[in-house]
C-alpha cells in the first residue's frame, strides 16, 4: 500500500528563555492510503507537535532540527504560505480537541461551510448550502438547514465536534488529522464521534491520523498504532502487535495501567511511577529508563536503536537486542 504522508527523522525543538525544548527526536513513520494510524502517549509525548507538523502548523517558537514531512513528493514544512492553503482543508483537514477554539464564534455555522468551500469556483452558492446540508446530514446533525443559520455557542459540545467533522471532511481531503477529538465530550459522545471517524473513513476510502492519550480509542478505531515517550518513538506496529504482543517496556506499563484493561477490584488505579524526563537536557541512554522496571546497564549510556520484532513491528529497547 502505497504511503500518503511520511515522516522522516523528524526532530522539532521549541525556543523557550530557559533554552530549547527537545519537543521530537527522530521521528519515522508513515500513514499509508486509507488507513488510520493512531499515535499514542502520555501528555508531553509530543502527540501533537508531529501531528501540527503534518499540516505545518506549528508554533512560532517551533524549530525543525532535521528531518521532513513528505506529503505529495514535497516536504510540508518547507511550503510557502500560498502552497500550504491549497493543502490545509482540502487535501489535509484537521480536527481539533476543542471546537468552541476552531470554529468561529461570531461566524454562523453556515457561512463557515460555505467559506470552507471558496475554492470550488463553478459552484453556486445553493450548490455550496446543499453540500452543507448533506454533510451535517451525513455526520447525524438533525434539522441541518436550521443548523446553518446557528453559531457555535448555541450547540452542544457534541454537535460541534460533529459539525467540526463536517467541516473536516467537506472537501473529501486524502488525509484527516484529528488531536484528541474527543477529550472535550462524555464517554458517550465518545464514542459516537470515534464510530463516526470510522464509518467516513470507509465511505470516503481517506486515511486519519489520530492522537489520543486514550488507549481504548485507539484499538476501536487505528489499523497502526505509534507509541510516543518524551519526543521518541518507543514502538510501532498494527493494532494487534501493539495491543496484543506489546515488546516495550513502556508500552507494557501504559496497556497495565489501562483501566478498561483491569480486571480486579482495586482501590489504586496503577501508575508508571516517576515522572518524564526534562526535555531541555535529554538522557544519554534510554529516556525511559528512569521509569522503566526492566533497565539494566546499558540503558544508562547508550540509546537503544530500533529494532524489527516482525515486518509490522518495531521497537527501540535494548532487551529486543538480547533477544535477536
Ligand atoms: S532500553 Fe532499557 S530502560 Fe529503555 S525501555 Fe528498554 S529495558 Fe527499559
Known sequence: MSSLISFENLSIDFETPAGPVHAVRNV??????????????????????VISAAINLLSNNAVVTSGKVIFENKNILNLSEIELRRIRGNKISMVFQDPMTSQNPVISIGKQMMDIQYRQKGFSKEQKRSNSIDMLNRVGIPDPEMRLNQFPHELSGGM???????????????????????????????????????????????????????????AELCDE?????????AEKGSCHDIFHRPTHPYTKALLACDPSRITERTRKLPTIQGDVPNLQVIPKGCVFSDRCPAVHDPCYSHRPREFSVSATHKASCHLLHCAN
Open 225 to 233: 498504532v505509534v507509541v510516543m515517550y518524551a519526543g521518541e518513538i
Open 160 to 218: 460541534r465536534q460533529r459539525i467540526s467533522i463536517a467541516m473536516a471532511i467537506l472537501m473529501k481531503p486524502s488525509i484527516l488529522i484529528a488531536d484528541e477529538p474527543t477529550t472535550a465530550l462524555d464517554v458517550t459522545m465518545e464514542a459516537q464521534i470515534i464510530h463516526l471517524l470510522r464509518e467516513l473513513q470507509r465511505e470516503f476510502s481517506s486515511s486519519i491520523l489520530f492522537a489520543s492519550h486514550n488507549l481504548g480509542l485507539i
Open 28 to 49: 519515522n513513520f508513515e500513514v499509508a492510503e486509507n488507513k488510520v494510524v493512531g499515535i499514542v502517549g502520555e501528555s508531553g509525548c509530543g502527540k501533537t507537535t
